[in-house]
Nanobody, 123 residues
């Protein structure tokens, strides 16, 4: 089971750190991704990290501002979001699974999903 937390309402330029905790299992053998969904839009890829804290992947819209990382000791994956923009406003979801390289940016690449956490950025 995945539990996302850390969302909130902030001003443009502020930072937030989202966390995704796994219970009843471990992230060590799973790739973990963050996706987001704004009202009226499809769920979109934000960032992912391969198994065992390997390669990371980012959407172009967040590259250089967001960082995904894995805390193995706490069985948690974080998404550090800096320089937030109003267009980052969305419900953020964490997901885990066994995506291959061609599906690591796709919702179809993930088997397990957590409930979302709302991020609201005002200008």
């Amino acid at each position: 089971q995945l539990q996302a937390s850390g969302g909130g309402a902030v001003q443009a330029g502020d930072s937030l750190r989202l966390s995704c905790a796994a219970s009843g299992g471990t992230f060590n053998n799973l790739a973990t991704g963050w996706f987001r969904q704004a009202p009226g839009k499809e769920r979109e890829f934000v960032a992912a990290i391969r198994q065992n804290g390997g390669s990371t992947f980012y959407a172009d819209s967040v590259k250089g501002r967001f960082t995904i990382s894995r805390d193995k000791d706490r069985n948690t994956v974080h998404l550090q979001m800096n320089s937030l923009k109003p267009e980052d406003t969305a419900v953020y979801y964490c997901a885990a699974g066994y995506p291959i390289l061609s599906t690591i940016r796709s919702v179809n690449g993930y088997r397990y999903w957590g409930h979302g956490t709302q991020v609201t950025v005002s200008s």
